[in-house]
C-alpha cells in the first residue's frame, strides 16, 4: 500500500511563504512523475506544477515565477516553495505521484490527503 503525505500548509499574510512537502511511504517500486495541484474554494482542481523523475519542471502560469517545485529521490519527498503569496493562492494544495508498486504492474496515480493553504490579511 502508498500513502502521500503532505505538510507545510497552514495561514500566510499576503506577501508571505510556505514550502509544502509530500512524502510517499509504502510498497514502492519507482515513482515517475510529481505533481501538484489545487482546489480553491468553488473552483475546480487545477494543476500548479510538475517535476519529473529527472527534475525538469513546469508551472502553471498562475504560479510560474513565485513558485518551485524539487523532489529529493533518496527520500521519496516532493517539495513546492511558494513564494510571494497571494490571495488567489487560497486552496487546498494535492501532491499526485506516478507510482510503480512493482516491475511488473503499470504505473498508477496516488494522491495526498490534502493540506490546505489560506492567504489573507
Known amino acids: 500500500q502508498v500513502q502521500l503525505v503532505e505538510s507545510g500548509g497552514g495561514s500566510v499574510q499576503p506577501g508571505g511563504s510556505l514550502r509544502l512537502s509530500c512524502a510517499a511511504s509504502?510498497?514502492?517500486?519507482?515513482?515517475?512523475?510529481r505533481s501538484w495541484f489545487r482546489r480553491a474554494p468553488g473552483k475546480q482542481r487545477e494543476v500548479v506544477a510538475g517535476?519529473?523523475?529527472?527534475?525538469?519542471?513546469s508551472y502553471a502560469d498562475s504560479v510560474k515565477g513565485r513558485c518551485t517545485t524539487s523532489r529529493d529521490n533518496a527520500k521519496n519527498t516532493v517539495y513546492l516553495q511558494m513564494n510571494s503569496l497571494k490571495p488567489e493562492d487560497t486552496a487546498v494544495y494535492y501532491c499526485?505521484?506516478?507510482?510503480?508498486?512493482?516491475?511488473?504492474?503499470?504505473?498508477?496515480?496516488?494522491w495526498g490527503q490534502g493540506t490546505r493553504v489560506t492567504v489573507s490579511s
Open positions: 499526485n505521484a506516478h507510482i510503480r508498486t512493482t516491475p511488473a504492474l503499470l504505473e498508477y496515480d496516488y
Open positions: 509504502g510498497s514502492i517500486f519507482s515513482i515517475n512523475s
Open positions: 517535476v519529473t523523475r529527472v527534475g525538469s519542471t
